[in-house]
């Protein structure tokens, strides 16, 4: 294989890599992106998770204090009542009435209080919730806007990597590109390695004399036999 023959491969192949390299590095930032619209929507989860839970310590409070309200209210009457009765025992009725009504007012008193502490907590814990996803978003958005920018620069790095790549490829001889293409659609993505010391440079396979003057004589493309990858001569 001619000299020139492997330094356009060996040209063609370092483009390959710089392609592969730009590939990986715009599929990182698409999945930090992802990434970053899971963690916000996790967090507006979150968020709203608190607000039904505010909602509902508010509806409760809100019936605990009606509760209360008619307790009150049938305590009062109960104790007019009592000052009305004239007979003993119409008296110790309504005392007893007065008695359950007011440990039911008590009850509900201790509800509403605890209610009341249901509702501060979640609130609060709802505003931390809300402050925690506002940094967050606009965390998200800073750093979504800088993937944005590099993710669009890289892609137009991209096409200007695989222009310069489809260019340099067609000036190579179509069944040494083909040889080429075939191997680096194999197991590995270098498609060629040098002869170092009689070995092959990339999986170490030692290489038969004969078949290492075939090499140094270029006439023709060696593959490894047990790689497959494209021999050529150390240098």
Known sequence: ????????????????????????????MEEESRLLEERL?????GESAIAVRVE???????????TVQAGRATLKRLQQRAQ?????????????EMDAARQNLDSAETAMLEGMQVQDR??????AALEALELEQQAADERLSE?????????????????????????????????????RAGRTSE??????????GHCFTSIPLQRQAEIRGGKALIVCETCGVILHADR
């Open 84 to 96: 009305e009765v004239a007979k003993q025992r119409a008296a110790m009725a309504a005392r007893v």
């Open 1 to 28: 294989m001619e000299s020139q023959v492997v330094d356009e491969l060996l040209s063609l192949q370092e483009m390959d890599g710089e392609i592969a390299r730009s590939r990986v590095e715009l599929s990182a």
């Open 147 to 183: 993937i944005n920018r590099l993710s669009a620069e890289l892609a137009d790095s991209l096409a200007i990597q695989r222009d310069r790549r489809e260019n340099r490829a067609l000036r190579i001889d179509g069944s040494v590109r083909s040889v080429y293409d075939r191997v």
């Open 191 to 200: 498609a060629l390695a040098p002869v170092v010391e009689g070995v092959c």
């Open 56 to 66: 509902e310590a508010d509806r409760a409070l809100r019936q605990y204090e009606r």
């Open 122 to 127: 979640v609130r609060a814990e709802h505003q």
């Open 41 to 45: 929507e996790a967090a507006r989860r």
